[in-house]
């Protein structure tokens, strides 16, 4: 029996798929009692919490699927087992544990390595750039004394309409001052982006730029030397010693720009509040990400008199596999969540506080999501197009394109056309010359092509998903991860309404049929219900 650990689940063995999945969705929360676990003794320490492990980031770290591996491995009943991964470690440690257990073959695949130096000086050059900029060319945020602050984490990029996105229209109040601190995404667009920020500067923007040093700077960059320290510890999990793989991503230089963001987040409240500023309330765009945390963990330990007015603002869908959007217990008792969730649906309470029961969650308005009804008005009938949309997650959309080009290359009438998400280029996903003529690119506006679309192909986390849904489309789940099906559930996405497919053949099948079922696919009645929280009067207050 073969098994690529790097693959995505729909790729596995289907005796192996069906021990790995119920022991993956077993350990989400064990997962959480083990990173605990990790945490001993380092649960103030923002450089920990600047690492790759901490993330509980199934997109991001490789640690659950890499524990579930094991268990799989614990519970399988193959005699001869031939497995590959990218890592090195985790081959070492594969062949000590199970080597007699297995007529056991371990092969290594070769990865592109990202070039270190490049990715540290890369963002070493891009935040001193910034900081340049901004301390000469952008004037200094004042503050007003007299009145009651609220500072707002938001994002500048090159793309206007995100920047303007991210949060709905904030009415200032007399008593109180919101000012939005935003950290400038990573671009070497520059002239791009100083056009964004000079706009925003002449709004109620604050840089913090302006009150962070040199030092500051490269004291964040230095946390590739200060994070050596972990390294000395022993990490075990059900008997297993695990700290080679933990190690390996400890040292990961992944994320390395978001690790000096959420440094200097931090540093930025050790830094203001020795002012004499009447700052009352914090609201993070919270992710869980380091970049967040650096930002909980500042306001958190240097203004803790208005600690419960720490608040984490997600305005986006909830994903079965991102688990790291629910706050765990040890993370918010560390500190680097915040004391409340602001979440957008009714129903994503209960998934807010999965891993931490009593953690504070409030419902609050979006602007991104509408409450549609399924709009009849564009008759199924007539539409034919066959659409992939991709999610931007490497894993996942190289996935779903193996899967849909080779159903192509299958049925050369099958035509499939594919919308690439803007962090992640197509063309890094597959290679041009693989790509057959029946498998096409497009880069229309999405609702114009939902709008001609019979059938959508969706995987991973992406709102794409319902906004395919309100426009009446059927939509095709190919079973990529685990929690397929949970995800449709948790959107609240009629069961007639979509199909779920584990291989090209079921795909072929699955599209033959909706064509031939169009019509009474697009007459089935569908309940109607608020999802959302809509925008009102009152319910903006809470970013005041």
Known sequence: MKWNIENQPIFFPIEIRKVYEKIYQANRTYYCEWMRKLSKNKEMDLDWWMTRPTLRNPYTSNLLNYITVFETLKKLKAKNLEIKTSSKNMSILLKKYFNKKFNLEVSLIKKNEDNKIFIVFKSIIFQISIFIYLKLFINKKKFNVKKKITLIDTFITINEN???????????????????????????????????????????????????????????????????????????????????????????????????????????????????????????????????????????????????????????????????????????????????????????????????????????????FKNSQIRNKFILKKRDNILLILSGIYKIDKSLVELVVSACVKDKNLKVLV????????????????????????????????????????????????????????????NIEIGTEINAVRLKIEKKKFFIVNDKNEFLKTVSYIKKNRVKLANLKVKYFSFFEQVNKSNTKIFN
């Open 162 to 368: 995100l920047n303007d996105g991210f949060y709905p229209s904030i009415k200032r109040e007399k008593k109180n001052e919101v000012l939005f601190v935003p950290t400038i995404f990573q671009s070497f667009k520059f002239f791009k982006l100083i056009k964004h920020i000079k706009k925003k500067s002449s709004e109620n923007y604050l840089f913090k730029e302006h009150y962070l040093s040199f030092y500051n700077l490269f004291f964040a960059f230095f946390h590739l030397y200060r994070r050596r320290k972990f390294l000395n510890n022993q990490y075990y999990y059900k008997g297993f010693n695990l700290s080679k793989i933990i190690n390996e991503e400890i040292l990961s230089y992944q994320n390395y720009n978001s690790i000096v963001v959420g440094i200097l987040n931090y540093k930025f409240f050790e830094n203001i509040s020795s002012l004499k500023i009447d700052i009352r309330k914090s609201v993070n765009w919270f992710e869980n990400q380091v970049i967040d945390r650096g930002w909980n963990l500042g306001f958190r330990t240097f203004y803790k008199t208005f600690e419960k007015n720490s608040f984490g603002y997600q305005n986006f869908t909830r994903h079965y596999n991102l688990i790291s959007f629910s706050p765990s217990k040890f993370e918010s008792f560390s500190k680097v969540t915040p004391h409340k969730i602001i979440t957008i649906s009714k129903y994503f309470k209960n998934i807010v506080k999965e891993f931490f029961n009593e953690q504070s969650v409030v419902v609050g308005p979006t602007t991104r």
């Open 419 to 478: 919308k690439e998400h803007p962090i992640m280029p197509l063309k890094k996903i597959i290679s041009p010359k693989l790509i057959p003529e029946n498998f096409k690119q497009v880069n229309n506006n999405l609702d114009i092509l939902l709008k001609k679309s019979l059938i959508t192909i969706i995987s991973g986390p992406t709102s794409a998903i319902l906004e395919s849904y309100n426009m009446n489309n059927i939509l095709i789940l190919p």
